[in-house]
């Protein structure tokens, strides 16, 4: 099986950071590649940057359609995810419809903890398009600006816990982080608090792989 990482925005850094932790992820015998936004910003943190990653994914698959039994979009705000999908052949899926299904895994109330807050009106809305309106216990947010918190792994982690707490806080029994930049902190959080952390780069590649392989079966 063969799937394909893309990220939407431009950092090669990121891109390989999310690809090692989809490999780690992976069954033996899965094959991952990755691909780099042409075009956008080396960090998505306004809904401007997200219609930008939009343009970039639909760039990329005109240019270069992929030859692979399933697609991964890997920003949080799955950028032309319903448009890739007419565009494909193969299942296409987002980190953000994936880490949120796996949280919302029966009937679990959950929420999302992420550096953006010019993006919790769209991560919000994205909750609510994906059926799960009923359990989102909202966005929970990292003090300061997000590109200085990135560049600071450490801060970084501490932030992003402190932002779980408030989620578990507002009742949430689950919690996505919000960002594929943010995958490696994702990893490094899970075993420091009392509740799942969803990682989405890895429920995004089990979630492709169980559509691609419906898909073989069908076919």
Known sequence: MHLLLLNPNTS???????????????????????????????LITDEAQLAIAATAVLDFLAGSAPIADGVVIAAFGDPALAAARERLACPVTGIAEAGMAEAAAGGRPFAVATTT?????????????????????????????????????????????????????????????????????ARAIASKLPLPVVEPVPAAIRLALARAGERAFTS
């Open 12 to 42: 090669v850094v990121t891109t390989d950071a999310m690809l090692a932790i989809a490999r780690a992820a992976a069954p033996a015998g899965t094959v991952l590649s990755g691909a780099t936004a042409r075009h956008g910003a080396a």
């Open 117 to 185: 807050p010019a993006l919790a009106p769209a991560i919000a809305a994205a909750a609510e398009s994906y059926g799960h309106g009923r359990l989102f216990r909202g966005v929970h947010l990292t003090p300061g600006d997000p590109v200085s918190l990135m560049s600071r792994p450490d801060r970084l982690e501490e932030a992003l816990t402190e932002a779980c707490r408030a989620a578990v806080r507002a009742g949430a029994e689950a919690v996505v982080i919000g960002g594929g930049p943010l995958a490696t902190a």
